[in-house]
């Protein structure tokens, strides 16, 4: 059985982000991945993800749950050299709704595991 190390889910088969450059954008991230020999990266096409962006097409990073916009094939560039090869997610490029919505989860979380 393979071990990936990440798997990227680019959303655009159908939907908004299908009319955005969904398909663009995952071939975008298919070059890149292939052009840095990142055989360790799983990708993936989704329906719908259910939060469809205000620009560009949705793309999801794990295991680091990360949500992004992406609308440019230059924005995969970015997102493969600075989060997948770097370990640095690219901040400018988060889909802020859903960093906002897991920023308040994960403050949840710290009020009901904290022993204060
Ligand atoms: S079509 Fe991509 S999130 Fe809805």
């Known amino acids: 059985m393979k071990i990936y190390r990440r798997h990227v889910l ?3 088969t159908e939907g908004c982000c299908g009319a955005r450059g ?3 954008i995952f071939e975008a991230f298919q070059q890149e991945l292939a052009r840095h020999g990142l055989d360790d990266v ?3 096409r989704t329906l719908c993800s259910g939060a469809c962006p205000k ?3 949705t793309v999801i ?3 680091d749950g990360l949500w992004y916009e992406v609308a440019q094939p230059n924005e995969v560039t970015e997102i493969v050299a600075q989060h997948l090869i770097q370990g640095q997610p690219v901040e400018r490029l988060l889909f802020r709704e859903i960093a906002v919505i897991r920023r308040k ?3 949840d979380d710290t009020r009901w595991t ?3």
């Open 61 to 63: 990073v794990h295991p």
């Open 55 to 57: 620009r560009g097409a």
């Open 10 to 12: 680019v959303c655009g």
């Open 42 to 44: 799983l990708l993936s």
């Open 105 to 107: 989860e994960r403050e």
């Open 114 to 116: 904290s022993s204060g």
């Open 22 to 24: 969904g398909t663009e």
